[in-house]
T-cell receptor, first 115, second 115 residues
Framework: DTGVSQDPRHKITKRGQNVTFRCDPI?????LYWYRQTLGQGPEFLTY????????KSRLLSNRFSAERPKGSFSTLEIQRTEQGDSAMYLC?????????????FGPGTRLTVL | AQSVSQHNHHVILSEAASLELGCNYS??????LFWYVQYPGQHLQLLLK??????LVKGIKGFEAEFIKSKFSFNLRKPSVQWSDTAEYFC?????????????FGSGTQLTVLP
């Protein structure tokens, strides 16, 4: 079990640029979640996938945010035309559903700084 | 909508003191409850979870939490803290009904244990 991995760990970009983050879940986990965490707050849910299907995306912060999980394995989160308010830690979590319950395991996050 | 309140933003204790961190949630249905911990420089780790059954759950490193349904609470306890328990602690809740599977987090409690 190598855990959830995220890449890059840090990203500095200029306002208006597009950024893409990658998440590799724990092997065989069928659910994958994206959260955002700002300073002094708990993680805030953005979207999640079950296998390759995106089952909830209404909580994505704006239409500049999009996520994919094309083969039901790794996922990418893209932010277009970044703004300074997008600066935050972006967390990925994965889980395996069993009996209607699941436990989410988090990756180390990608810290985004928008200048 | 679900919400989670952690009223203690920062707790400072001496080693061997007892710990209780408060967590209250607002949701009328059945929930799963979690405590996650984030040690300095590390990612979120699961401390313990409650799905059903015995409302007193034990987690790693001597932590336990009690689910009191009538009070909508899931307080975290440890009888004797160590310096290594210095970390940020997050309470999270998830509804078991409907299609929502995301966690709703509290804003976290920073615990500092003085040697």
């Amino acid at each position: 079990d190598t855990g959830v991995s995220q890449d890059p760990r840090h990203k500095i970009t200029k306002r208006g640029q597009n950024v893409t983050f990658r998440c590799d879940p724990i092997s065989e986990h069928n659910r994958l979640y994206w959260y955002r965490q700002t300073l002094g707050q708990g993680p805030e849910f953005l979207t999640y996938f079950q296998n390759e299907a995106q089952l909830e995306k209404s909580r994505l912060l704006s239409n500049r945010f999009s996520a994919e999980r094309p083969k039901g394995s790794f996922s990418t989160l893209e932010i277009q035309r970044t703004e300074q308010g997008d600066s935050a830690m972006y967390l990925c979590a994965s889980s395996y559903t069993e009996g209607g319950t699941d436990t989410q395991y988090f990756g180390p996050g990608t810290r985004l700084t928008v200048l | 909508a679900q919400s989670v309140s952690q009223h203690n933003h920062h707790v400072i204790l001496s080693e061997a003191a007892s710990l209780e961190l408060g967590c209250n949630y607002s949701y009328g249905g059945t929930v799963n409850l979690f405590w996650y911990v984030q040690y300095p420089g590390q990612h979120l780790q699961l401390l313990l979870k409650y799905f059903s059954g015995d409302p007193l759950v034990k987690g790693i490193k001597g932590f336990e939490a009690e689910f009191i349904k009538s009070k909508f609470s899931f307080n975290l306890r440890k009888p004797s803290v160590q310096w290594s328990d210095t970390a940020e602690y997050f309470c999270a809740v998830r509804s078991t009904s409907g299609s929502a599977r995301q966690l709703t987090f509290g804003s976290g409690t920073q615990l500092t244990v003085l040697p």
